[in-house]
């Protein structure tokens, strides 16, 4: 099992607390962090735009990101929502056994 961090921002605290939580409640995340006060300057259509966003660190696996990622299309406000995935090169064996257990898809045993 490869454990990711997976960084989303999204446009305010309302959209990051409901897609955080579908995210966990679906089995797609273990654990998601909203890092809100996030401000966002990027190049979008050809011009420079500024945002206050809110930013998510969604902890799951290589074999649930697919999902997760349909899940966050089908649910984010953005046209281009910000979805970049990192793999964990280490850590803590029970925390990312934790990871793991907690993004098992239901019906299905570690």
Same mark, same amino acid.
């Given at each position: 099992?490869?454990?990711?961090? $997976?960084?989303?921002?999204?446009?305010?605290?309302?959209?990051?607390?409901?897609?955080?939580?579908?995210? $966990?409640?679906?089995?797609?995340?273990?654990?998601?962090?909203?890092?809100?006060?996030?401000?966002?300057?990027?190049?979008?259509?050809?011009? $420079?735009? =500024?945002?206050?966003?809110?930013?998510?660190?969604?902890?799951?696996?290589?074999?649930?990101?697919?999902?997760?990622?349909?899940?966050?299309?089908?649910?984010?406000?953005?046209?281009?929502? /910000? $979805?970049?995935?990192?793999?964990?090169?280490?850590?803590?064996? =029970?925390?990312?056994?934790?990871?793991?257990? /907690?993004? /098992?898809?239901?019906?299905?045993?570690?």
């Amino acid at each position: 099992m490869a454990a990711l961090l $997976v960084l989303c921002t999204c446009p305010d605290a309302t959209t990051a607390e409901t897609l955080a939580g579908s995210l $966990v409640e679906a089995r797609l995340a273990a654990c998601v962090n909203l890092l809100p006060g996030l401000r966002s300057i990027y190049r979008w259509e050809g011009r $420079v735009e =500024r945002a206050d966003e809110t930013l998510l660190l969604i902890k799951t696996t290589r074999e649930r990101f697919d999902d997760l990622k349909g899940h966050i299309l089908r649910m984010h406000p953005y046209t281009l929502p /910000e $979805v970049l995935a990192f793999e964990a090169a280490t850590g803590l064996d =029970r925390y990312l056994e934790w990871i793991g257990s /907690e993004t /098992e898809p239901p019906g299905t045993s570690a």
